[in-house]
């Protein structure tokens, strides 16, 4: 749902205008799921993206300050990664330019394990906003809406993972966890690293996803320099490349507890979620 703002950026008269929470990245794998949930708790929700009717455009810093009047609170997303090259630069100049307009509480999603995403961490801290860091392990909806959902529809995943291992984490758990501290005063100042409930190699995503479908999803090792070469013929950029090789150095081959810490609750398994997605015919080909 979006809200017509206030005039007046820095002052929020909750007499008269409900306060607005903006979620960038609102159409994203999290960003819509925790929109849905705030304004099913009757919160007042600024869709921040590109396609919306205030645009919000990280490169061009002229689209920031209609996308932030009224705004009370915002959940921070950045594209395409925070630990690509200047992202931590422009989470430092947004985060700045929001607390300067009348925003004082940003929760950020980063990742765990990625130092360069840190940096961002750091910079948002120094804001001057009520801050909370959502960390997050790698998605299982990167299996079926993003980087991965193509492989697994022609049957193959081809990666330089190794027999790595992962603690997958569902995107509905991050929403779940990213509305609760958006509205509970109790998380201001924390950092929750979350993780799924097992560690995965990607060889077991590829047999919990045959399972699912019912067809072979088969797991192919190939190098690094491979796997970037593929994603440099493909136009894509070969930073991904980097991030998949943070799963290699087992930095994040345990499991972390801030979905329970958050919610009080076990969070979701991978072979839940594939089931459901499967049902769904999101790998129906």
């Given at each position: 749902?979006?809200q ?37 708790q ?5 869709i ?20 932030l ?13 925070l ?9 430092d100049?947004?985060s ?19 130092e ?14 009520d ?41 509905d758990?991050?929403a ?18 979350l ?14 996803l ?23 013929a493909a ?18 081959a ?17 072979a ?14």
């Amino acid at each position: 749902m979006t809200q017509n703002a206030q005039t007046t950026p820095t002052a929020h008269d909750t007499q008269s205008t409900p306060p607005i929470t903006l979620v960038l990245g609102g159409t994203g794998k999290t960003g819509r799921r925790v929109a849905a949930r705030l304004t099913a708790q009757g919160h007042t929700v600024r869709i921040g993206s590109r396609s919306a009717d205030r645009p919000f455009v990280w490169e061009d810093p002229a689209t920031w300050p209609a996308v932030l009047e009224g705004v009370a609170a915002a959940y921070v997303t950045y594209s395409p990664d925070l630990g690509f090259p200047g992202a931590a630069e422009t989470i430092d100049e947004f985060s700045r330019f929001a607390v300067a307009h009348g925003v004082r509480r940003l929760v950020l999603l980063s990742a765990r394990g990625e130092e360069r995403a840190h940096v961002s961490e750091d910079r948002l801290k120094a804001s001057g906003a009520d801050w909370t860091i959502v960390r997050a392990s790698w998605f299982h909806q990167n299996f079926s809406e993003d980087f991965f959902l193509e492989p697994v529809l022609a049957g193959e995943l081809v990666l330089p993972t190794g027999e790595a291992v992962e603690p997958f984490v569902d995107a509905d758990d991050i929403a779940d966890v990213v509305t609760a501290v958006l509205t509970d005063p109790r998380h201001i100042g924390k950092t929750y690293e979350l993780s799924g409930p097992r560690l995965l190699s990607f060889r077991d995503a590829a047999a919990e996803l045959s399972k699912a479908t019912g067809r072979q999803i088969n797991y192919v090792p190939v190098t690094l320099d491979d796997f970037r070469a593929g994603l440099e013929a493909a136009g894509a950029p070969t930073e991904f490349a980097d991030l998949l090789s943070l799963i290699t150095d087992g930095r994040n081959a345990h499991l972390v507890t801030g979905v329970e810490e958050v919610l009080g609750r076990k969070p979701r398994d991978f072979a839940d979620f594939a089931r459901e997605a499967a049902a769904a015919g999101v790998w129906d080909v």
